[in-house]
């Protein structure tokens, strides 16, 4: 694990090799209430050469909870991109 500072009170936290060789996981954390803003995974499925790809950003609603607003993820390989928003949640 490495902890890279980031402008504006953030830090990232690179997550490097945990699975397969050459695959990442990268979490950038907001430090000034603790919550996550991104998450970025870098792998691969059989070899090298099928990488795989997820963007995850984060967003706050009113109770200062935390959800996945969008979620993008690529699998060049297999010609497959899946998109999800997240989006209206309100109190009833």
């Known amino acids: 694990v490495s902890l890279s500072p980031q402008p504006g009170q953030r830090a990232r936290l690179i997550f ?4 397969k060789p050459g695959d990442s996981l990268t979490l950038d954390v907001d430090l ?12 691969y499925l059989d070899s090298q050469k099928e990488p795989v ?4 950003r984060f967003s706050m609603l009113d109770n200062n909870a935390t959800y996945a607003s969008t ?20 109190r009833r």
Do not use: H
Request: aromatic content about 4%.
């Open 71 to 90: 979620s993008v993820l690529e699998a060049r390989g297999k010609n497959l991109t899946v998109n999800v928003q997240n989006s209206g949640y309100r």
């Open 53 to 56: 790809m997820l963007d995850v």
């Open 16 to 19: 490097a090799d945990y699975i």
């Open 32 to 43: 000034t209430n603790n919550r996550p803003l991104e998450a970025k995974v870098s792998s």
